[in-house]
């Protein structure tokens, strides 16, 4: 198994309203960034833990836990629909550019952990989110930084 960390923005997509899903699971549709993309479509496997953060908040902060459940990435269908804001014409049925996951919410955090108790944690010094210039939406998360996150919740 492998630990994720996933940023959205709560005014767009929040771990509440992936709660509200059917099933609390949906499609983490509108990444388009090929590093990204590529972490979903090469690295990302059903059961994986997903670190759900809320960026764009006051204050920035990991509001919870999802898991990965589907059994591998598929093609974003956005891409294909040009009255999206994610359509990509350059993008095909038979050539896809972009890829998803399907997410399942697991357990929002009653006091969710903000980012500058993640900086301030000196465990986390390495955590990816916590790096200069690393703004990527999607973002892998060792064990030990999986469970110091865990523990900074109790």
């Known amino acids: 198994m492998q630990y994720w960390l996933m940023k959205s923005e709560p005014d767009c997509f929040s771990i509440d309203d992936l709660k509200a899903c059917p099933n609390s699971t949906d499609m983490w549709d509108g990444v388009r960034n090929y590093q990204a993309r590529n972490m979903m479509r ?31 990435a598929y093609p974003d269908p956005t ?26 919410y697991k357990k929002k955090f009653k006091n969710p952990i903000p980012l500058d108790q993640v900086k301030a944690n000196p465990k986390l010094k390495n955590m990816k989110l916590v790096q200069k210039g690393s703004r990527l939406s999607i973002q ?15």
């Open 42 to 72: 090469d690295e990302m496997k059903k059961g994986d833990q997903v670190l759900f953060y809320h960026s764009n908040a006051k204050p920035p902060h990991i509001a919870g836990i999802a898991t990965i459940a589907s059994k591998q």
């Open 79 to 104: 891409q294909f629909d040009p009255k999206s804001q994610y359509f990509d014409d350059k993008s095909t049925k038979d050539r896809p550019r972009w890829f998803l996951v399907d997410v399942k």
């Open 140 to 154: 892998p998360v060792t064990s030990k930084e999986w469970d110091e996150v865990l523990a900074m919740t109790n």
